[in-house]
């Protein structure tokens, strides 16, 4: 089946550690996206890539990188710089272009402990 | 930022009744886009209405369109317990370069 695929789901973390949250698409998007999401918010878009080997900063940029080095696969990482990273991850992949409707993995929970 | 506002933050309705969800923006959009979050998954896209449109059905939701208001409805008709979920609109703005600008949600409880 097509889709999304993020892993791990649940991912716990000690202080200081970068950790990388894997997203994988079979759909042929072009476009993929990372948002946050904390407890009762909505979310919030941290980095988006609309071609391979390109990339742009979201609204909340700072404490995460990405790659992509391949149309399929957007991994982020959760570095040691992100002040309150505990939160739910969420990837996602667009036709792009017009459409701009956009296609959910199930999230990735980030527990920092 | 978040851009988009939904009201009511929550609401609670009994099975068989309508919901109806509101949402508010800032500028000039493309599209805008109500999506659908169960609990503790992703989200799941329900329907896109256009700049230029003023209304859209799909199946029991009914979506308006007000840009002279910049806002949008949602509206779910004869409510089942399997519609309780949290909802989204999304803005597609202009200058925003083909990302979508998410609202806070509206959690919808139907009980039985």
């Known amino acids: 089946d097509g889709g999304i695929t993020q892993s791990p789901k649940y991912l716990f973390r000690k202080e200081g550690q970068n950790v990388t949250l894997s997203c994988e698409q079979n759909?042929?998007?072009?476009?993929m996206y990372w948002y946050r999401q904390d407890p009762g918010q909505g979310l919030r878009l941290i980095y988006y890539?609309?071609?391979?080997?390109?990339?742009q900063k979201g609204d909340i940029a700072e404490g995460y990188s990405v790659s992509r080095e391949k149309k399929e696969s957007f991994p982020l990482t959760v570095t040691s710089a992100q002040k309150n990273p505990t939160a739910f991850y969420l990837c996602?992949?667009?036709?792009?272009?017009?459409?701009?409707?956009?296609?959910f993995g199930e999230g990735s929970r980030l527990t920092v402990l | 930022s978040q851009q988009g506002e939904e009201d009511p933050q929550a609401l609670s309705i009994q099975e068989g009744e309508n919901a109806t969800m509101n949402c508010s923006y800032k500028?000039?959009?493309?599209?805008l886009q109500w999506y659908r979050q169960n609990s503790g998954r992703g989200l799941v896209h329900l329907i896109l209405?256009?700049?230029?449109?003023r209304e859209k059905h799909s199946g029991r939701l009914r979506v308006t369109l007000d840009t002279s208001k910049k806002s949008s409805s949602l509206l779910i008709t004869a409510s089942r317990a399997a519609d309780t979920a949290s909802y989204f609109c999304?803005?597609?703005?202009?200058?925003?370069?083909?990302?979508?600008?998410f609202g806070g949600g509206t959690r919808v409880l139907v009980k039985p």
């Open positions: 996602a992949s667009s036709p792009g272009g017009a459409s701009g409707e956009l296609f």
């Open positions: 759909l042929n998007h072009d476009a």
């Open positions: 890539s609309q071609i391979v080997n390109d990339f």
């Open positions: 500028t000039s959009i493309n599209n």
């Open positions: 209405i256009r700049s230029n449109e």
């Open positions: 999304a803005t597609d703005y202009k200058a925003a370069g083909n990302k979508l600008t």
